[in-house]
Structure formats: C-alpha cells, structure tokens
C-alpha cells in the first residue's frame, strides 16, 4: 500500500527535475546573451541550443507520464549526465546541479511508483 506521504513526496522529489528542465528548456528556445555565450564557452556551437531544449522538453514530458516515467527516468539521467560530463570538462563546479537533479528524478520515482520500489526491494533480496 502506497502512503500519502510517499506519493506526495515523490511528487515533490520528481517536480524539481522537471521545472528545472522546464526552465532550462525556455532559455535554449529564447537565447538570451548569457545562454548563446555559456554554450560557446562549452564548446557547443550556437545551431544546438533550440536542439537540445527540444531534447530536454521530450526526456522530462517522457518522466511525467506515469506510464513511461520509468523510460522517462533513463532518458532524464542520461541527459543530465551530459550536462554533468559538460561542466566537469571545463572545470566548472557547478556540475553537482545535474547530479542532484538525477538523484532527485530516482528518488521521486522510487517514492511515487510501487513497481518501482518492488523492483528494487525484491532485488536485493
């Protein structure tokens, strides 16, 4: 039996990936200054953004379906792992964001989703 406090939690824990996503998303489709210059900085050329805010709108859409929240989750950590991989080639510490926003988007799911906490539960076992 699923409790309230797990369900609501695990919304909670799963919101912050997806608003942070969300955002992340509108200012690759808008490109503002600071963005086109940040992705130079990266190495990436200005032609991806609106690709990648593509990109990150579908693995988040992916994740908030309950149905493919499971698929949803690979996808976001993937993502996430390139952004990671990214800032940790510059030398840029603030790759701990995509780290906590994947563990986030894993322990939402874990709370919200009993399949998710049998499959794990029982493999442990």
Not at 32 to 52: H, K, M, N, R, W
Request: positive net charge; hydrophobic residues 50%; glycine residues 12%.
């Amino acid at each position: 039996m699923q409790s309230k406090i797990h369900t609501w939690t695990g919304r909670i824990l799963s919101a912050l990936p997806v608003l942070a996503m969300g955002f992340s998303a509108a200012m690759k489709f808008l490109k503002p200054p600071a963005v086109v210059e940040g992705f130079a900085q990266f190495g990436y050329q200005e032609s991806v953004i609106t690709i990648l805010g593509v990109v990150e709108v579908l693995c988040a859409l992916i994740y908030l379906i309950p149905r493919t929240s499971f698929i949803g989750a690979i996808l976001v950590t993937g993502y996430l792992g390139g952004a990671t991989a990214t800032h940790v080639r510059i030398g840029d510490p603030s790759f701990i964001g995509p780290v906590l926003l994947g563990v986030f988007a894993w322990g939402g799911l874990f709370l919200r989703d009993e399949r998710i906490r049998a499959l794990v539960t029982n493999s442990s076992k």
